[in-house]
């Protein structure tokens, strides 16, 4: 399985939802960074299960234990590792997909690739289980780049098709959405949101979104052109949260809808700097960072678990069947993916900066 990224700073994701533990090891940290624990563990909390009706009340601590890399609490240079013990695994709820596949998932993929012994409980390695090690590591990456002046944040840009507040790509401002349960800038947008998320759930079934997310503090001159650009390595990476399904930076589609004279950024002077006066480029042009804050939206599909009867088909009689899932199962995913989102950038900006 491809469950390793990046150059300079190099991260290996292991582990089942199901199996004993799940982890990460990460190579390349630079030596002497001190590392708050409490930081790391307030946004791996962001992304915990069973907090609500709104989330999978699968209980997990996610307590994490570090093995390697850190000495008195600063980097050695050593690989960083650490294994979060799981606690809570139904895997007997997963019996009846063993022989039928669940529409959506990567049952029927996995299957076929891994000759049939993909571990299918809980997702197996396929399950956003491994987003709690992601955070682990992308917390760590946060930190040493807040030292370097770079903020990373994000929200719920959207739920089904309601919208929280559009944010200025130029000027992002402070939304403290890492403060709130419900990561949104506004929280009466919020509050629809959530009931669309709960009118999904009484039904048995689940909703999607989009994840806003805008970096500040990176300066021009970073990434390569066509094949190793910024774009491409965010992209790779954000790829590898399960659910999502697409990804746009600055204007992105709605660029389709203008002329070059409406999307083009026109370059100014601010305070002796090279800036742009609009920021439909989302920060990046050729795959290299211009200065302006990096901003892009991720696409997370509604949570294919769902509790509505569906089509299946069994693998060894090769007949249709009808399928009615069990288990703990979160009718949206797109508030806990929020942390997740923010992780993962702070990953790849760490190895694009070091």
């Known amino acids: 399985m491809s469950s390793m990224t990046g150059n300079k700073i190099k991260i290996s ?101 891994y000759n049939g012994f993909n571990d299918v409980s809980g997702g197996g390695h396929f399950s956003g289980r491994l987003t709690a090690p992601l955070c682990f590591a992308g917390a760590i990456c946060m930190q040493i780049l807040e030292d370097m002046g770079i903020e990373i944040q994000a929200h719920i840009q959207k739920i089904k098709n309601v919208y929280d507040d559009k944010i200025d790509y130029v000027n992002i401002g402070k939304w403290n959405t890492a403060e709130k349960v ?10 629809l949101m959530i009931a669309e998320i709960e009118k999904a759930r009484g039904n048995g079934d689940s909703v999607g979104g989009v994840i806003e997310c805008a970096v500040t503090g990176v300066k021009a001159g970073y990434g390569d052109p066509m094949f190793n ?45 090279i800036k742009t006066t609009t920021n439909n480029s989302g920060g990046i042009n050729g795959g290299i960072t211009n200065g302006m804050p990096i901003v892009f939206r991720t696409a997370i599909k509604p949570t294919p678990s769902i509790f509505k009867e569906q089509n299946s088909v069994s693998l060894k009689s090769k007949t249709e069947e009808k399928l009615q899932i069990k288990g703990r199962h979160d009718p949206c995913i797109v508030q806990r993916a929020v942390p997740v989102v923010e992780a993962v950038t702070a990953i790849t900006l760490l190895d694009v900066l070091s």
């Open 229 to 273: 650009g910024v774009e491409n390595q965010l992209a790779k990476n954000i790829f590898g949260i399960p659910a999502v399904k697409g990804i746009e930076f600055g204007n992105g589609f709605d660029a389709t809808d203008l002329y070059g004279s409406e999307n083009n950024d026109d370059f100014c002077i601010v305070d002796g700097e």
């Open 182 to 191: 419900f990561p949104v800038i506004n929280d009466e947008k919020g509050k």
């Open 13 to 113: 994701v292991f582990g089942q939802s199901h199996s004993k533990g799940i982890g990460i090891v990460i190579d390349g940290l630079p030596a002497g960074k001190k590392i708050d624990i409490e930081k790391v563990l307030k946004l791996m909390d962001r992304r915990a299960p069973g907090k609500n009706s709104l989330s999978t009340q699968r209980k997990e601590s996610d307590t994490p234990e570090i093995l390697s890399g850190l000495v008195n609490g600063v980097t050695c240079g050593a690989p960083l590792s650490m294994v979060i013990y799981n606690e809570n695994q139904h895997s007997a709820d997963y019996n009846n997909i063993i022989d039928m596949p669940r529409p959506s998932h990567a049952d029927f993929s996995a299957n076929v690739r």
